[in-house]
């Protein structure tokens, strides 16, 4: 009972297990974008009805991409994949390598035909004429034989044949590189402040702690936005890298769109924050003596101002809307009303408007301590990956730009007639072909035509 | 002279163009087409000034921080619109199928009306945008999406002329409007080489796009929205490319393939941006 075996062999290596298998693949696909992913138990159960939020966790709905119904259909996708090419290639390699093929069937519906005839007598004549049309306006066409006639065989393209075979390779080699990574590497996040330094990452998905092997400091961070908007223009790091005791990397730049590389850890700019209150210049000048003084605050303290009365800052945000840094104080003159006022950088003379108190004030800089939050990454599968992408473009190329032509030509007498006949066919584009095909036989037609001299 | 003054005059093209090629569906006259298709030209070339006169005007505003016109959902639907009357004239060079212009400019225009009725400001690019990736990313994705978008109105006109074989007993010549339609085959032959067109410029944006992700993001796939979605484009017409060469997968069904493949293509732009939430969000209005 070796058949069955045998067969579910060939089910498993075929276009009936494909076709199906890309459309199941697709549903899970669309579940997965329309449901959200990844979200806490608590989010879920805002969203979904008890029983719902039972059946979605338990078809593993809520992590679609990495649940084990969606791996193995990938995994009987790549198994699909190589029985398929490995069922094909032999006869396909056979195909693109042959220097001749087998006259076509007359019935093939694929096949372009044409005939037309000349007197017997120039046959030998006719047929090196027809070899130098071939070799010029087509192809080197090589000589058979069959069923005791005289056959012409040219091709061209041949070798686009194997073009899928690229592809289905490259697929699973990205395949491959994608499970490489998900073994051998890891995503990780780490948030690090200004002047600060950590030795290690906290994983992405399961949020375990891994050392580095080495340090990381991060020395400065920097957000710099286009003049006067809240449009950001950069995102900076400043780190250092330290590794057994040597420095490795001394204030080196990562920012958006280039990160820094050590020894197979890449690290991206990925979020940035505040640590702790910012520090304030603001400079109260006195309207009558247009005497100034500087204040250093934070904006939990409380600063005298000369003479009598202070100012605290009530709130500050170092981008409001177009107008850049903002502080807001409340300025307490000592006597009368205490009152509200906000205090921008930028923009000048903005405090002139509100002309209260005795003291007009702005703000000259401010210094923020930042954190820096780092994508963490090593991924030892990116070289397939990268790699597998190059030969899936290079192989569409091939398949989709190239495409195997063939031309018979064979010539047999009849009734003191040469009868020539034409065949064609294309693997792909017939549309074109048949006006190629029409065309040469017009040129090969003209050629046999040609006076004797001329031809030879 | 400003960009926005030559979007203007496309869309009057474009519609122009649009009512010469149903006016030429009522009567057939080749003059009709002529205009029509002159019109479609004349689109494109404008098209074409008004997008390389908004690239100049984001320099002279912005100055080193101009870019490509390729950065927001307003300069993506010009740039659509622009992609779709370029494979079209390419495709109306090979195959000169006549009345597929009648089912594709409208899909240009709107794409153009869709553009208008949007934010049209020109901003400097935020950082994650700051990448030579931005302009091989957008620029292989539209074009792919508009050979998708060929490939669908082929489709369309292939069920509408096998429907009207189907359906005529006795053909009246000239009265029926999908009788000038070019034959079945030469439509079911554009849809499939305006797909493979497609799916390779649609691997070629997936491939720029996941490389682009792994500089800034650190992470070549992430199954953001827009990653799924573009995925399950792809593995819509890689069925397509495969259900071609196996049998019972021809004439309607491969047709009705092509639209279905076409509407994902639609969600994977339109729908994800709007209604799903992600990484791709500066693509939204």
């Given at each position: 009972m070796g058949k069955p075996k045998n067969s579910l062999f060939q089910y498993l290596g075929s276009l009936r297990l494909s076709i199906p298998l890309l459309f199941v693949i697709i549903t899970m696909a669309v579940a997965g974008s329309l449901i959200p992913q990844n979200l806490t138990g608590e989010a879920y159960r805002k969203l979904f009805s008890p029983i719902a939020f039972k059946v979605l966790d338990k078809l593993q709905l809520f992590d679609v991409f990495h649940s084990v119904w969606f791996i193995s259909l990938l995994a009987l996708l790549a198994l699909n994949l190589i029985l398929c090419s490995w069922r094909r290639f032999p006869i396909v390699w056979q195909m693109a390598r042959s220097r001749t093929a087998p006259?076509?069937?007359?019935?093939?519906?694929?096949i372009f035909q044409q005939q037309f005839q000349i007197p017997a007598e120039s046959k030998t004549a006719a047929i090196a004429r027809l070899k130098t049309s071939l070799q010029r306006n087509f192809a080197s066409p090589r000589e058979m034989t069959e069923d005791e006639n005289l056959c012409l065989f040219a091709q061209k393209g041949?070798?686009?044949?194997?073009a899928v075979f690229v592809v289905h390779v490259s697929i699973l080699l990205v395949l491959a590189g994608a499970l490489i990574g998900a073994v051998w590497g890891y995503r990780a996040f780490v948030t690090i402040p200004e002047g600060e330094s950590v030795a290690q990452v906290r994983l992405s998905r399961s949020g375990e702690v891994i050392p580095l092997g080495f340090e990381i400091r991060c020395d400065k961070f920097n957000v710099s936005f286009y003049?006067?908007?809240?449009?950001?223009?950069e995102f900076k790091s400043l780190v250092s890298i330290f590794d057994g005791g040597k420095?490795?990397?001394?204030h080196q730049p990562i920012i958006v769109n280039a990160p820094l590389t050590y020894k197979g850890t890449s690290f991206y700019q990925s979020s940035y924050g505040p640590v702790g209150n910012p520090t304030l210049r603001i400079i109260a000048r006195n309207?009558?003596?247009?005497k100034e003084t500087t204040h250093l605050i934070t904006s939990s303290e409380a600063a005298p101002l000369p003479g009598s009365g202070f100012f605290r800052v009530v709130r500050f945000s170092s981008c409001f809307q177009n107008m850049g840094p903002v502080a807001i104080i409340e300025v307490?003159?000592?006597?009368g009303e205490p009152f509200i006022l906000p205090v921008f950088r930028n923009v000048s003379d903005m405090d002139q408007a509100h002309n209260r108190g005795p003291f007009s004030f702005t703000l000259s800089s401010f210094e923020q301590p930042w954190y820096t939050g780092l994508q963490v990454n090593r991924d030892p599968g990116l070289w397939f990956v990268w790699s597998g992408f190059i030969f899936i473009s290079a192989g569409l190329l091939m398949a989709f730009g190239f495409s195997h032509r063939r031309i018979w030509v064979s010539i047999f007498e009849q009734d003191n007639r040469a009868i020539i006949h034409v065949w064609g066919d294309s693997q792909r584009n017939p549309i074109a072909f048949e006006r190629f095909f029409l065309h040469l036989c017009k040129i090969l037609e003209a050629d046999l035509a040609l006076p004797e001299e001329e031809g030879t | 002279m400003t960009s926005i003054l030559l979007f203007n005059i496309t869309t009057v093209f474009l519609f122009a163009g649009m009512v010469l090629l149903f006016i030429y569906l009522a009567c057939r006259k080749p003059r009709v087409f002529q205009a029509g298709f002159a019109a479609a030209i004349v689109s494109l070339g404008v098209l074409t000034a008004g997008i390389g006169l908004r690239w100049y005007e984001s320099y002279q505003l912005l100055g080193e921080a101009g870019h490509a016109p390729l950065s927001n959902f307003y300069e993506s639907m010009i740039f659509f619109s622009w992609t779709i009357l370029l494979i079209y004239l390419i495709i109306h060079l090979r195959?000169?199928?006549?009345?597929l212009g009648a089912l594709v400019l409208p899909l240009a225009f709107f794409a153009l009306i869709g553009a208008q009725l949007s934010d049209a400001s020109l901003n400097p690019l935020i950082p994650a945008l700051k990448s030579n990736w931005l302009t091989y990313h957008v620029f292989t994705c539209f074009l792919g999406y508009a050979a998708f978008a060929i490939a669908c109105c082929a489709a369309i006109a292939y069920l509408l002329k096998v429907h009207q074989e189907d359906s005529e007993n006795t053909p009246v010549p000239g009265k029926n409007?999908?009788?000038?339609?070019?034959p079945a085959q030469v439509l079911e032959e554009i849809n499939y080489q305006a797909i493979m067109v497609g799916f390779l410029l649609l691997t070629l944006g997936i491939i720029t796009g996941s490389a682009w992700a792994h500089r800034a993001?650190?992470?070549?796939?992430?199954?953001?929205p827009k990653e799924t979605w573009s995925l399950i484009v792809w593995l819509i017409y890689a069925a397509f490319l495969h259900a071609r060469i196996?049998?019972?997968?021809?004439g309607r069904k491969i047709a009705w393939l092509s639209i279905a493949g076409f509407a994902a293509t639609l969600f994977c732009y339109l729908g994800v941006n709007f209604l799903l939430s992600g990484l791709h969000s500066y693509g939204s209005m």
């Amino acid at each position: 009972m070796g058949k069955p075996k045998n067969s579910l062999f060939q089910y498993l290596g075929s276009l009936r297990l494909s076709i199906p298998l890309l459309f199941v693949i697709i549903t899970m696909a669309v579940a997965g974008s329309l449901i959200p992913q990844n979200l806490t138990g608590e989010a879920y159960r805002k969203l979904f009805s008890p029983i719902a939020f039972k059946v979605l966790d338990k078809l593993q709905l809520f992590d679609v991409f990495h649940s084990v119904w969606f791996i193995s259909l990938l995994a009987l996708l790549a198994l699909n994949l190589i029985l398929c090419s490995w069922r094909r290639f032999p006869i396909v390699w056979q195909m693109a390598r042959s220097r001749t093929a087998p006259l076509p069937a007359k019935t093939s519906s694929r096949i372009f035909q044409q005939q037309f005839q000349i007197p017997a007598e120039s046959k030998t004549a006719a047929i090196a004429r027809l070899k130098t049309s071939l070799q010029r306006n087509f192809a080197s066409p090589r000589e058979m034989t069959e069923d005791e006639n005289l056959c012409l065989f040219a091709q061209k393209g041949a070798w686009s044949r194997l073009a899928v075979f690229v592809v289905h390779v490259s697929i699973l080699l990205v395949l491959a590189g994608a499970l490489i990574g998900a073994v051998w590497g890891y995503r990780a996040f780490v948030t690090i402040p200004e002047g600060e330094s950590v030795a290690q990452v906290r994983l992405s998905r399961s949020g375990e702690v891994i050392p580095l092997g080495f340090e990381i400091r991060c020395d400065k961070f920097n957000v710099s936005f286009y003049d006067n908007s809240c449009r950001p223009k950069e995102f900076k790091s400043l780190v250092s890298i330290f590794d057994g005791g040597k420095v490795a990397a001394d204030h080196q730049p990562i920012i958006v769109n280039a990160p820094l590389t050590y020894k197979g850890t890449s690290f991206y700019q990925s979020s940035y924050g505040p640590v702790g209150n910012p520090t304030l210049r603001i400079i109260a000048r006195n309207r009558a003596t247009q005497k100034e003084t500087t204040h250093l605050i934070t904006s939990s303290e409380a600063a005298p101002l000369p003479g009598s009365g202070f100012f605290r800052v009530v709130r500050f945000s170092s981008c409001f809307q177009n107008m850049g840094p903002v502080a807001i104080i409340e300025v307490d003159p000592g006597e009368g009303e205490p009152f509200i006022l906000p205090v921008f950088r930028n923009v000048s003379d903005m405090d002139q408007a509100h002309n209260r108190g005795p003291f007009s004030f702005t703000l000259s800089s401010f210094e923020q301590p930042w954190y820096t939050g780092l994508q963490v990454n090593r991924d030892p599968g990116l070289w397939f990956v990268w790699s597998g992408f190059i030969f899936i473009s290079a192989g569409l190329l091939m398949a989709f730009g190239f495409s195997h032509r063939r031309i018979w030509v064979s010539i047999f007498e009849q009734d003191n007639r040469a009868i020539i006949h034409v065949w064609g066919d294309s693997q792909r584009n017939p549309i074109a072909f048949e006006r190629f095909f029409l065309h040469l036989c017009k040129i090969l037609e003209a050629d046999l035509a040609l006076p004797e001299e001329e031809g030879t | 002279m400003t960009s926005i003054l030559l979007f203007n005059i496309t869309t009057v093209f474009l519609f122009a163009g649009m009512v010469l090629l149903f006016i030429y569906l009522a009567c057939r006259k080749p003059r009709v087409f002529q205009a029509g298709f002159a019109a479609a030209i004349v689109s494109l070339g404008v098209l074409t000034a008004g997008i390389g006169l908004r690239w100049y005007e984001s320099y002279q505003l912005l100055g080193e921080a101009g870019h490509a016109p390729l950065s927001n959902f307003y300069e993506s639907m010009i740039f659509f619109s622009w992609t779709i009357l370029l494979i079209y004239l390419i495709i109306h060079l090979r195959y000169r199928p006549r009345l597929l212009g009648a089912l594709v400019l409208p899909l240009a225009f709107f794409a153009l009306i869709g553009a208008q009725l949007s934010d049209a400001s020109l901003n400097p690019l935020i950082p994650a945008l700051k990448s030579n990736w931005l302009t091989y990313h957008v620029f292989t994705c539209f074009l792919g999406y508009a050979a998708f978008a060929i490939a669908c109105c082929a489709a369309i006109a292939y069920l509408l002329k096998v429907h009207q074989e189907d359906s005529e007993n006795t053909p009246v010549p000239g009265k029926n409007l999908a009788s000038i339609f070019p034959p079945a085959q030469v439509l079911e032959e554009i849809n499939y080489q305006a797909i493979m067109v497609g799916f390779l410029l649609l691997t070629l944006g997936i491939i720029t796009g996941s490389a682009w992700a792994h500089r800034a993001w650190g992470a070549y796939w992430s199954w953001d929205p827009k990653e799924t979605w573009s995925l399950i484009v792809w593995l819509i017409y890689a069925a397509f490319l495969h259900a071609r060469i196996s049998r019972g997968w021809t004439g309607r069904k491969i047709a009705w393939l092509s639209i279905a493949g076409f509407a994902a293509t639609l969600f994977c732009y339109l729908g994800v941006n709007f209604l799903l939430s992600g990484l791709h969000s500066y693509g939204s209005m």
